[in-house]
């Protein structure tokens, strides 16, 4: 059985698509992991209290999760903000710009 060019194609991109995503949710578990370790080793060693004062403390979480929210976007924003059903109302909307333009 011969694959189409075509189906080639989307199997390529979809396969992409689904390691960019995976990629993120491995990112997102050792963040939490390793976020979560570091908190307990501060309090522990600090006290409970003592250690959520100190805004020292979460400086890791805090950078690192700019990060994430990085890979985030990267992975799923431009589908999120700027997805499919967007196009198509862009789309339809300019048609109508058109149309009312054509008939003046």
């Known amino acids: 059985?011969?694959?189409?060019?075509k189906e080639s194609i989307s199997y390529r991109a979809a396969q992409k698509r689904?390691?960019?995503?995976?990629?993120?949710?491995?990112?997102?578990v050792v963040y939490i992991f390793i976020n979560t370790a570091i908190f307990v080793v501060i309090t522990q060693d600090t006290g409970f209290l003592?250690?959520?004062s100190t805004l020292s403390n979460y400086s890791t979480a805090f950078f690192w999760g700019i990060g994430l929210f990085a890979h985030?976007?990267?992975v799923f924003g431009p589908n999120?903000?700027?997805?499919k059903k967007w196009e198509e109302k862009k789309i339809k909307?300019?048609?109508e710009q058109d149309k009312k333009q054509i008939w003046k």
């Open 80 to 83: 999120f903000i700027f997805g």
């Open 50 to 52: 003592n250690g959520l």
């Open 72 to 74: 985030w976007a990267s």
């Open 1 to 5: 059985m011969k694959t189409n060019y």
């Open 18 to 28: 689904v390691k960019d995503i995976k990629g993120f949710y491995i990112h997102l």
């Open 93 to 95: 909307e300019l048609m």
